[in-house]
């Protein structure tokens, strides 16, 4: 089992940044690729981006792309979400995950393991 704890959520003007994190115990954080996604109200759950094992690669959904950057500390068990110049529309409870898998993927489903979210909101 792997148990991950978000946190550093809040609320943020438009054009803000906000970090946010991810601490991981219970196994081995660097054989688990990374991911964040996130869940607004009346909208299904959706990709933000992913990171490697070792953390040489991030890939990034369309929408926050240039904006926001994920990162990894194997060495203190955390991963890393810094938004910039955030909008309204992403304002959403933020999650991290947690995947076995070889490839790093966008799909629910390739992740085992999941956070508690944390809220992010920004204000117009």
């Known amino acids: 089992q792997v148990q991950l704890v978000e946190s550093g959520g809040g609320l943020v003007h438009a054009g803000g940044s906000l970090s946010v994190s991810c601490e991981a115990s219970?196994?081995?954080?660097?054989?688990?690729?990374m991911g964040w996604f996130r869940h607004a109200p009346g909208k299904e759950r959706e990709f933000v981006g992913a990171?490697?094992?070792?953390?040489?690669?991030?890939i990034y959904a369309d929408s926050v792309k240039g904006r926001f950057t994920i990162s990894r500390d194997n060495a203190k068990n955390t991963v890393y979400l810094q938004m910039d110049s955030l909008k309204p529309e992403d304002t959403a409870a933020y999650y991290c995950a947690a995947s076995s898998g070889v490839v790093v993927r966008q799909q629910l489903s390739h992740y085992n393991y999941w956070g508690q979210g944390t809220q992010v909101t920004v204000s117009s």
């Open positions: 219970g196994r081995t954080f660097s054989n688990y690729i």
């Open positions: 990171i490697t094992r070792m953390g040489g690669t991030a």
